[in-house]
């Protein structure tokens, strides 16, 4: 009897032993209660970056940036979409130079319409490009898609594929645009999951000559387009300058990728400025 009372009693710790004890207990929760919290705010920021664009997004960026008097910026509407949704353009410059510049073709590539739409502070504080070019930015070309940020229209149809057979509202929007407005130079901008960006170009001796300048320039790797349909394939056809541009979907090295965009557009006046005599431009 006596020796159980002692056994009972050595039992229960001390208390100094129940203040150790409880120190990495409460260190172990606060760990636990953060990588709980670091998982699902990581959750929804990759729900967050998957997220289809709204309808209204592409026209209320732009309305911002009219109602920030930015000089020289007027949008329209070149056709719409499959489920009547407007497929959107903005102008910007004066210059004799036409360059078309699409986004979003494909709707779970976001990354295309943010740079498009981030084109327009980059270009409104830079005169040198705005005197010598006139662009035309469809930042979102494929809306019913984005919205539900799926890669193929409505009709499930990949537009990036639908450049000669002009089969969807979509597609036959943008180059009725393009047939008006006759630029010389198309980007068509898209997001990739590489790490790095990519340039792709058909196989005419404009488009591969501009690609390896920009490809040499910014340190970008250039391919050759292999699907017959695509944007650059169509640029080829109509004996223009034509790439497509992937931006990488997620990179450390290059943030949002808009930067590379910028970059780009700086090494097109470069090239035209140093070949502009040499190359039938008009
Ligand atoms: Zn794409």
Known sequence: MHFFKVHLSSRKPPLKYSIKLLIPIIL???ILFNIILYHYSLQENIKENVSGIEDDY???????YISRNMQGLSYNICGYSV???????YTMGKGEICVLIIGGLHGDEPKGTYACLELIEYLSKNENLTSKYNFIIIPLCN???AKEFKRRNYNNVDLNRDFYTKSQPETSAII?????????ILIDVHESQDSMPIIIYANNSKSSHLASFISLQNNIPA???ANVGQSANFAEKENIYGIILELPRS?????NGTIILFNIIETLDLYISKEYKTLSIN
């Open 28 to 30: 172990l929760s606060v």
């Open 58 to 64: 592409v026209k209320n960026v732009l309305e911002g």
């Open 83 to 89: 489920q009547g949704k407007p497929v959107y353009y």
């Open 143 to 145: 809306p019913d898609g």
């Open 176 to 184: 009725n645009l393009f047939h008006k407005r006759k630029p010389i």
């Open 223 to 225: 391919l050759l387009a």
């Open 251 to 255: 990179s450390w090295k290059y943030g």
